[in-house]
């Protein structure tokens, strides 16, 4: 069946540094992958998009990686600060318009 | 240009009633998705609606259906409430042609007793 991982539930890091979250996924031909912002009590806001065809993407602190041979995204943020806390979901795509979102990491970043 | 409005934000329902669901998406938005959101199995798809046709069907029961009108607003209705049905419950606009970002709504937050 088709999977979309999150690598873990919560990750701590402190301000400053670079906090990386990975979506490993399985049984799935992506064409497009996303990258969502949750806050409590909210809807995700779009992030960022990469193409299957796509490597890397950047914008502004944030860097998403797309490998269709692991299977797997990475997403970025460097120089994080505490108003990066938030809930960061990955969201696969397929050519028939299918979105499919991962569980999510919580991101907790501290001063 | 206003945002995804989801009505109502907060309802409780007691088991077997039923409830329905109300989405306004961005104007010009011809795309409309549902997802179920709860802390166990985060976002769950439930449907997607485009053109008052449904283009994409999630793994739920028959209990869970919506409709989308000329005007491209979006409603979804659950009969037969059951506890478990208790999530956020999340709307999703978008142009609809070209794939691209989903835009969300605040989410009607659905309490089951």
């Known amino acids: 069946s088709q999977k979309i991982e999150q690598n873990s539930e919560a990750l701590n890091i402190q301000e400053g540094k670079t906090a990386t979250l990975t979506c490993n996924y399985t049984n799935y031909s992506p064409a497009y992958l996303q990258w969502y912002r949750q806050d409590p009590g909210r809807g995700p806001v779009f992030l960022l998009l990469?193409?299957?065809?796509?490597k890397e993407k950047r914008k502004e602190r944030l860097k998403v990686t797309f490998d269709t041979t692991l299977k797997q995204s990475l997403f970025h943020i460097t120089a994080s600060q505490p108003a990066d806390s938030a809930t960061y979901l990955c969201?696969?795509?397929?050519?028939?318009?299918?979105?499919?979102f991962g569980a999510g990491t919580r991101l907790t970043v501290k001063p | 240009k206003a945002g995804v409005t989801q009505t109502p934000r907060y309802l409780i329902k007691t088991r077997g009633q039923q409830v329905t669901l109300s989405c306004s998406p961005i104007?010009?938005?011809?795309?409309v998705s549902w997802y179920q959101q709860t802390p166990g199995q985060g976002l769950q798809f439930l449907f997607e609606y485009f053109s008052e046709t449904q283009r994409n069907k999630g793994n739920f029961p028959g209990r869970f259906s919506g409709r989308q009108f000329s005007n491209s607003r979006s409603e979804m209705n659950v009969s037969t409430l059951e506890l478990g049905d208790s999530a956020l419950y999340l709307c999703a606009s978008s142009p609809g042609t070209n794939t691209g970002e989903l835009f969300f709504g605040e989410g009607s937050r659905l309490t089951v007793l």
């Open positions: 990469i193409r299957e065809n796509e």
């Open positions: 969201a696969l795509e397929d050519n028939n318009n299918d979105m499919r």
């Open positions: 104007s010009g938005h011809r795309s």
